[in-house]
């Protein structure tokens, strides 16, 4: 789509050139941005040319920069190369799950090339596959603020609601960090939308940690991600009361709210299942 109403166009080449004009926004895969018109833009600054690296692997955990595209962190994760990255460790087993995000997008793998992962948080639409990634592995989104200081937040408190956020004006997402605790635990992913290609109407992660502690997050089927942490694996009724208490279930053309908090009952027993025959 022809956006007529940008008539300028900066390259960020360093942490300066973030501060914004009046009318300026960020812009790295744009996939969203040139979907529609964006009567209140009238200017775009690419955060792809600061040259931030995609994957950056360390004892800490998993660094995944906010202009890495979806297809890059894909392949990535399946252990082929990508730039001059680290390989994926292979006790890293959770990143099993991020083809099966992928493919929560309401976009075809030809958007995978150019979408980012940061982008995907940032529009933080409720059914965004990003997000149900990486607030089910405890993400922590690192933000730049516009004084050169930088903040930390929780990738399950980074939206506020459905595509409203965290950001305060002028500040931009540098990168989502994954602990090497959650990366090591046993992950699972499942999905459910009331078309075959249509929008995720809800999207559930659960995982094991070495610890036996398991963690369950509902995302898609509520306005933010819902958290719910257990000391082992529950059983079948204190999961489901536990899905079916938890807040923000809405209704939109997509699902109606009481549809939504049912399959999430029914996908979150669906992997306390795999779960427990997997321990």
């Given amino acids: 789509m022809d956006i007529n109403t940008v008539t300028s166009f900066r390259a960020a080449r360093t942490r300066d050139d973030l501060a914004l004009a009046p ?77 099966d995000a992928a493919d929560a997008l309401l976009a075809s793998f030809k958007i995978w090339n150019t979408a980012t992962v940061g982008g995907n948080l940032c529009r933080t639409f409720a059914a965004g596959a990003m997000i149900s990634l990486t607030a089910g592995l405890d993400g922590v989104a690192v933000i730049w603020c516009p004084d050169g200081s930088e ?38 992913l499942r999905k459910i939308a009331l078309a075959e290609l249509g929008r ?12 036996g502690a398991t963690t369950f997050v509902i995302t898609a089927a509520t306005l933010t991600p819902q958290v719910l942490r257990f000391a082992g694996i529950p059983d079948a009724a204190t999961l489901a009361a536990a899905v079916g208490g ?31 025959d997997s321990a």
Avoid: H
């Fill in 246 to 276: 938890a807040s923000g279930y809405y209704t939109d053309p997509l699902g109606p709210a009481d549809w939504r908090r049912a399959v999430s009952i029914a996908l979150a027993e669906a992997l306390r299942t795999e779960l427990e």
């Fill in 151 to 188: 903040r930390r937040v929780d990738v399950a408190d980074f939206p506020t609601g459905d595509a409203a956020n965290v950001l305060a004006p002028g500040e931009a997402l540098r990168a989502i960090e994954l602990p090497a605790a959650a990366l090591r635990s046993r992950a699972r």
């Fill in 23 to 99: 009318g300026e926004v960020f812009i790295a895969g744009g996939t969203w941005l040139m979907s529609e018109p964006q009567p209140a833009t009238t200017g775009f600054v690419d955060l792809t040319t600061l040259g931030w690296p995609d994957i950056e692997v360390s004892d800490a955990g998993l660094r995944i920069g906010a202009t890495c595209t979806i297809a890059r962190l894909l392949a990535w994760s399946k252990g082929e190369k990508t730039g001059d990255a680290a390989s994926r460790p292979a006790e890293w087993i959770a990143l099993d799950i991020v083809p």
């Fill in 200 to 211: 995720s109407g809800a999207v559930l992660t659960a995982r094991q940690d070495d610890d």
